[in-house]
Nanobody, 124 residues
């Protein structure tokens, strides 16, 4: 139904910035939320930030508030994650995903369409 392709990952020093992009192909308005998740080796996948495709409401994990900003460009069917003041603990594979549920915007189990991921590595 929806294909998601992430880009923008890379290696940066602590305190640096990156902007991730997620391009959606075959996107429809049936999507309720889309957002960013991450998974570090040996850890559970966790929600980072998400927003309603209709706009206006955003959600973010406490660990990234004040540092990461989620946004979208509906005309381009693209989701972004601006990451500032990066820390070594932000190192992970970052995934873009879509949810058709009106509940749990940061809950991994609610998301059914996933991209392949883009690696973010932050060195100290």
């Amino acid at each position: 139904q929806v294909q998601l392709v992430e880009s923008g990952g890379g290696s940066v020093q602590a305190g640096g910035s990156l902007r991730l992009s997620c391009a959606a192909f075959g996107y429809t308005y049936s999507t309720v939320y889309w957002g960013w998740f991450r998974q570090a080796p040996g850890k559970e996948r966790e929600g980072v930030a998400a927003m309603r495709t209709a706009g206006g409401i955003t959600y973010s994990a406490d660990s990234v508030k004040g540092r990461f900003t989620i946004s979208q460009d509906n005309a381009k069917n693209t989701l972004y994650l601006q990451m500032n003041s990066l820390k070594p603990e932000d190192t992970a594979m970052y995934y873009c995903a879509c949810s058709y549920s009106p509940y749990g915007p940061l809950e991994v189990s609610r998301y059914v369409s996933w991209g392949q991921g883009t690696q973010v590595t932050v060195s100290s």
